[in-house]
């Protein structure tokens, strides 16, 4: 939806591995976020980008990184997965100026 | 953590029912809006509310940005099987202090229907 394309839309690895999560637009959007959502906390803001190469962290930021090599690519990475990283994992993506955001439909990531 | 107080937490409706669930924050926020969340799904946008006491529907629905620009509520009317789901609300603070327009999330409205 809304021109968002998440991959893989579902992973099981092992502890200590590392996880790759893409995330594509195709809306030129500026902004891209990434999410997880786990039950009783709610959607949690992990990292965001504000355009090619810069980012910053969100509430739940340890054990993850991202890069932004070009405006339609978001990448999180779990350097050594860890059971807690067990979750799903949204993408969303704004235009700025107090606009909406919008999401991808979801990773649905087991880390075991 | 989050910072907007969504009630109720859950629900069940019956067919044809009218359905209200609301959010307030401590904080002002300058935008309000209002998801819904599918199984398997991401978010996806029902209304955006810009102004406050701005009253907006969408079909069924209908959200107003409060007074106060610390609370909003959805009202769904005439509740139909479809509407199940889990609802979210979003608060975005003043520009100013929010150059990542990152969003504030309540916890969520599960809607379920009733035996």
């Known amino acids: 939806d809304a021109g968002i394309t998440q991959s893989p839309r579902h992973k099981v690895t092992e502890t200590g591995t590392p996880v790759t999560l893409r995330c594509h637009q195709t809306?030129?959007?500026?902004?891209m976020y990434w999410y997880r959502q786990d039950p009783g906390h709610g959607l949690r803001l992990i990292h965001y980008?504000?355009?090619?190469?810069?980012?910053d962290k969100g509430e739940v930021s340890d054990g993850y990184s991202v890069s932004r090599s070009k405006t339609e690519d978001f990448l999180l990475t779990l350097e050594s997965a860890t059971s807690s990283q067990t979750s799903v994992y949204f993408c969303?993506?704004?235009?700025?100026?107090?606009?909406?955001?919008?999401f991808g439909d979801g990773t649905r990531l087991s880390i075991l | 953590g989050q910072q907007l107080n969504q009630s109720p937490q859950s629900m069940f409706i019956q067919e044809g029912e009218d359905v209200s669930m609301n959010c307030t924050s401590s904080?002002?926020?300058?935008?309000w809006l209002w998801y819904k969340q599918d199984p398997g799904e991401g978010p996806v946008l029902l209304i955006a509310?810009?102004?406050?006491?701005e009253l907006t529907s969408n079909g069924r629905l209908t959200a107003q940005f409060g007074i106060t620009r610390k609370d909003s509520f959805l009202n769904i009317s005439a509740s139909i099987p479809s509407d199940v789901g889990i609802y979210f609300c979003?608060?975005?603070?003043?520009?100013?202090?929010?150059?990542?327009?990152?969003?504030?999330f309540g916890g969520g409205t599960r809607l379920m229907v009733k035996p």
């Open positions: 969303a993506i704004g235009s700025g100026d107090n606009q909406p955001q919008h």
């Open positions: 809306e030129n959007h500026r902004y």
């Open positions: 980008s504000y355009g090619v190469k810069d980012t």
């Open positions: 904080s002002i926020f300058n935008t």
């Open positions: 509310l810009y102004k406050a006491g």
């Open positions: 979003a608060g975005q603070p003043d520009g100013a202090n929010n150059a990542g327009n990152m969003l504030t």
